[in-house]
T-cell receptor, first 115, second 113 residues
Framework: NAGVTQTPKFQVLKTGQSMTLQCAQDMNHEYMSWYRQDPGMGLRLIHYSVGAGITDQGEVPNGYNVSRSTTEDFPLRLLSAAPSQTSVYFC??????????????FGPGTRLTVL | AQSVTQLGSHVSVSEGALVLLRCNYSSSVPPYLFWYVQYPNQGLQLLLKYTSAATLVKGINGFEAEFKKSETSFHLTKPSAHMSDAAEYFCAVSERGYSTLTFGKGTMLLVSP
């Protein structure tokens, strides 16, 4: 199993550009989430999904869109990049709460710089 | 809403000394608790987790943590620090019924020879 994979590993954007961060998992997990990591802030939840076709906002959703058309994939879209979105982005997946202990499986991260 | 507080953004120890990283949480019910480690320019690695089976939890690399409900704490310890333990450590909480995590702001562990 590849686990949770993320592409690209690094990306540089100009202000106003759009892009999609890809996330895929092959563990048949129903839950998937996106977090961003900023120095001194820990990781903060952007959006999450409890299954195909169902998404919800986390703590810092502004400027980001998500969709979940399949169990395996959970892309994160930046519609108009801003310097404040410079961060490291982590995707995670897990079993539904109640089936397991809420352990999240994390991808390797995408380092995004917005100029 | 649940929250996690990690006391000390930086902790410095000498090699061979005790490591103690503090974590306090707020939650209306006993949650699931996790410690993750992040080495420079790498992703997150799970050190250990508390899921109510036992209050003293042993993890990888000689780390352990004790869940104390009365103190709402889940401090991470290691008896003897190694240079290779230098990294950033994150405490995280997840409420039962939710499969997302709330993280603390992290503690950078510095180990000197």
């Amino acid at each position: 199993n590849a686990g949770v994979t993320q592409t690209p590993k690094f990306q540089v954007l100009k202000t106003g550009q759009s892009m999609t961060l890809q996330c895929a998992q092959d563990m048949n997990h129903e839950y998937m989430s996106w977090y961003r990591q900023d120095p001194g802030m820990g990781l903060r939840l952007i959006h999450y999904s409890v299954g195909a076709g169902i998404t919800d906002q986390g703590e810092v959703p502004n400027g980001y869109n998500v969709s979940r058309s399949t169990t395996e994939d959970f892309p994160l879209r930046l519609l108009s990049a801003a310097p404040s979105q410079t961060s490291v982005y982590f995707c995670a997946s897990s079993y539904p709460s109640g089936r397991a202990d809420n352990e999240q499986f994390f991808g390797p991260g995408t380092r995004l710089t917005v100029l | 809403a649940q929250s996690v507080t990690q006391l000390g953004s930086h902790v410095s120890v000498s090699e061979g000394a005790l490591v103690l990283l503090r974590c306090n949480y707020s939650s209306s019910v006993p949650p699931y608790l996790f410690w993750y480690v992040q080495y420079p320019n790498q992703g997150l690695q799970l050190l250990l987790k508390y899921t109510s089976a036992a209050t003293l939890v042993k993890g990888i690399n000689g780390f352990e943590a004790e869940f104390k409900k009365s103190e709402t704490s889940f401090h991470l310890t290691k008896p003897s620090a190694h240079m290779s333990d230098a990294a950033e450590y994150f405490c995280a909480v997840s409420e039962r019924g939710y499969s997302t995590l709330t993280f603390g702001k992290g503690t950078m562990l510095l180990v000197s020879p």
